[in-house]
């Protein structure tokens, strides 16, 4: 009986060269942020979905067996987003983990960053620490994950790769700066795909985190150098003792056509050696791995058959969304209910007789600017059965800062069993004119939520 498999990520580059293999061997769901039509594989559902959202994760995750999360620093889907991509990748990773254990998912199959081993954690690149973050909130919920490292997926339209393609295709020559040195083993699309088929359903993969890529170890010189030979290109490649880290971002960006927001965590990602650990090698088949040569030749070929999408609908979503993310240091001894809670008597009481604050009887909570009128400045309405200990949930109800009183909500969370709290709002649509809300209120939120961090901190010092 085949397996259902749903793909968060199903329209990126391994998601849909995923579903172009394998999409007779499993039934696949694909989910996708915006409605699909004219789907040109039937045999593919493609299901609508939020991930911002618990409730729209844990609908679409629905009868499935296996999940493959390829979510990486998603693109906005508002027009302000207030949040670093490591906070929001936190946050939708430990949605999709409360999703799949609501579905009793067998399995969750991860692709994450090879790890550096030269250096503790905490001395990683953002990039890679939030990688192997995502990989231990997937399974903070108690679904089995199997965690696949890789370096640079070597294949067409991958971002990784059409980064070396651009450079070596606009540039006569290449002065490679320091981290062009370090050390990697890539792995081709082709052999990325064939071990993620081996995982799913596989028990013996479970709770365990592979590294996989091919035994041949490259420098990025190396592999600029390879690629440029395959596509006939005479370059003069060489490298420099000096070039800042912030020079190299931009290089790499303007000339690889990639855009600035990927490359900068990727290039402070680089300057690490990222080869396969020894026990941590896949060892759950033979794979006859490609060599970089090879895979390169693989993802320029010009006759390869190539994965198809279907149309999607525009969004509907209103104009003028706003997101903010924020991570709170976790307390000791307390709850995201006392840090809900808190935040209700901390805010008036830190802008002194500015903000006044009253609870209605149903959990209503109403802030006022100055004095308590008939018209609030913003209303938050508590959901009971959404909120526990763990979580606390209000719906954003009115007040004359907000413009769309329907959709968008408030949230204070755990993650990471209560090592650091989540505050968020979603989908909060202002009152006040774009530009100037983007220059006073917006500005105004970031700095309260600074101070309540702070004030959270001193809290734990204290205590």
């Not at 696949?28 to 039509?37: C, H, K, M, P, T």
């Not at 290089?251 to 402070?268: C, D, I, K, R």
């Amino acid at each position: 009986m085949k397996k259902t498999v749903a793909i968060a990520g199903a329209s990126g580059y391994v998601g849909r060269w995923f579903i172009h293999k394998f999409k007779d061997k499993y039934n696949i769901v694909a989910l996708s942020r915006n409605e699909a039509e004219e789907n040109p594989h039937l045999g593919v559902e493609w299901r609508k979905v939020e991930l911002f959202s618990i409730t729209s994760t844990t609908e679409a995750l629905k009868e499935v067996d296996v999940a493959i999360y390829l979510i990486h620093s998603m693109s906005a889907s508002t027009r302000l987003n207030q949040g670093s991509f490591e906070d929001t990748d936190l946050l939708l990773a430990d949605n999709f983990a409360r999703a799949a254990a609501a579905n009793g998912i067998q399995q969750i199959v991860y692709m994450g960053g090879i790890l550096p081993k030269e250096v503790d954690v905490k001395k990683m690149s953002k990039h890679l620490r939030s990688r192997l973050e995502v990989e231990k909130t997937l399974g903070s919920k108690g679904v089995a994950v199997t965690a696949l490292r890789a370096g640079i997926i070597v294949g067409p339209g991958g971002s990784s790769f059409d980064m070396i393609y651009n450079l070596v295709r606009k540039l006569p020559a290449l002065m490679c700066p320091k981290w062009t040195l370090s050390h990697t083993q890539a792995i081709s699309l082709k052999n990325t795909l064939e071990i993620m088929d081996v995982c799913i359903g596989n028990e013996e993969t479970y709770d365990r985190a592979y590294e996989i890529g091919s035994p041949e170890v490259l420098t990025y010189k190396e592999m600029l150098e390879i690629t440029a030979k395959v596509m006939g290109k005479r370059r003069w490649i060489f490298s420099v003792p000096v070039f800042s880290v912030g020079l190299s971002k931009l290089w790499v960006s303007f000339f690889g056509e990639t855009p600035y927001s990927l490359v900068s965590p990727l290039v402070h990602s680089l300057k690490h050696t990222l080869t396969v650990a020894e026990d941590l090698i896949f060892d759950q088949a033979d794979i006859q791995y490609q060599t970089y040569k090879e895979a390169v030749i693989d993802a320029l070929d010009p006759d390869a058959e190539k994965p198809k999408l279907p149309e999607f609908k525009s969004s509907d979503g209103k104009m003028n969304t706003v997101r903010s993310i924020q991570r709170l240091p976790g307390t000791r001894h307390q709850s995201a209910m006392w840090v809900a809670n808190r935040y209700k008597l901390w805010l008036p009481t830190f802008f002194s007789f500015l903000i006044n604050a009253e609870e209605t009887a149903d959990g209503e909570v109403r802030f006022y600017f100055f004095l308590r009128t008939n018209n609030p400045m913003l209303r938050l309405k508590w959901v009971p059965d959404r909120s526990d200990v763990k979580r606390q949930l209000f719906y954003i109800s009115g007040g004359w800062l907000v413009k769309r009183f329907d959709y968008g909500w408030l949230e204070f969370r755990e993650v990471m069993d209560g090592r650091h709290i989540i505050s968020a709002i979603h989908e909060f649509v202002p009152r006040l004119p774009w530009y100037v809300y983007i220059n006073t209120q917006a500005k105004l939120h970031l700095w309260v939520m600074n101070r309540f961090k702070n004030y959270l901190k001193k809290f734990n010092e204290e205590d």
